[in-house]
């Protein structure tokens, strides 16, 4: 079956340490992407990836990282989390950039930064 | 950058229909539309790539007004089954490698 996969679904943590959410598509997508989803504010861009080592930043990087060293994975890392990174995020990817593909979703990590 | 969408909510019942609009203060490449379920993932439903372009998807439809920089989508006889939110992205010329997704409209059907 075609997916996204993350891990964990939830997960809660204390502030300072290091966490990484995991993300892999069985697709053969070029394109991957991190949102966070916090009421009222929709779906912000953290990270994305237009292909094997090209990452840029999205709208709210601060406080994230991200490497693609495989065309499959596309990790989230926090590196010291804090209670404002307390969100639900999600992992998409797309074919390609180029052509404008829709994205398919993971099902989510709800994170909370205590 | 955020596209506006409107309205921020609504309640139909059964078998009526409803349109939700996302426009933007930018130029736009494409306009993407999905919907979540609560609790689950966001769903792509279509994406519109060119002025004027109309796309359906089951008894859903869209249209995209590229000189207005608007997007509607339009849901017609609606089923419980279209209960959710709905995300507009805009993918905006000057940078088309980055989808911006809308606040979301809530949808309710009610029988």
């Known amino acids: 079956e075609a997916q996204v996969t993350q891990n964990p679904r939830y997960l809660i943590t204390v502030t300072g340490k290091k966490l990484t959410v995991t993300c892999s598509q069985n697709?053969?997508?070029?394109?991957m992407s991190w949102y966070r989803q916090d009421p009222g504010l929709g779906l912000r861009q953290i990270y994305y990836?237009?292909?094997?080592?090209?990452?840029d930043k999205g709208d709210v990087p601060e406080g994230y990282k991200v490497s693609r060293k495989e065309k499959r994975n596309f990790p989230l890392i926090l590196e010291s989390p804090s209670p404002n990174q307390t969100s639900l995020y999600f992992c998409?990817?797309?074919?390609?950039?180029?052509?404008?593909?829709?994205?398919?979703f993971g099902s989510g990590t709800r994170l909370t930064v205590v | 950058q955020q596209p506006v969408q409107s309205p921020q909510a609504v309640i139909l019942r059964e078998g009526e229909d409803a349109v939700i609009n996302c426009s933007s203060s930018?130029?736009?490449?494409?306009v993407h539309w999905y919907r979540q379920k609560h609790g689950e993932a966001p769903v792509f439903l279509m994406i519109?790539?060119?002025?004027?372009e109309q796309m359906r998807h089951e008894k859903i439809s869209a249209s995209f007004n590229e000189k207005k920089q608007q997007s509607s989508l339009y849901l017609t006889a609606s089923q419980l089954s279209y209960s959710g939110t709905y995300f507009c992205?805009?993918?905006?010329?000057?940078?088309?490698?980055?989808?911006?997704f809308g606040p979301g409209t809530s949808l309710s059907v009610i029988p």
């Open positions: 998409a990817s797309s074919l390609s950039r180029q052509g404008a593909y829709g994205y398919t």
């Open positions: 697709m053969n997508h070029e394109y």
């Open positions: 990836s237009m292909n094997v080592e090209v990452t």
């Open positions: 930018k130029a736009l490449y494409s």
């Open positions: 519109l790539l060119k002025g004027g």
């Open positions: 992205g805009t993918e905006i010329k000057t940078s088309y490698d980055k989808v911006i």
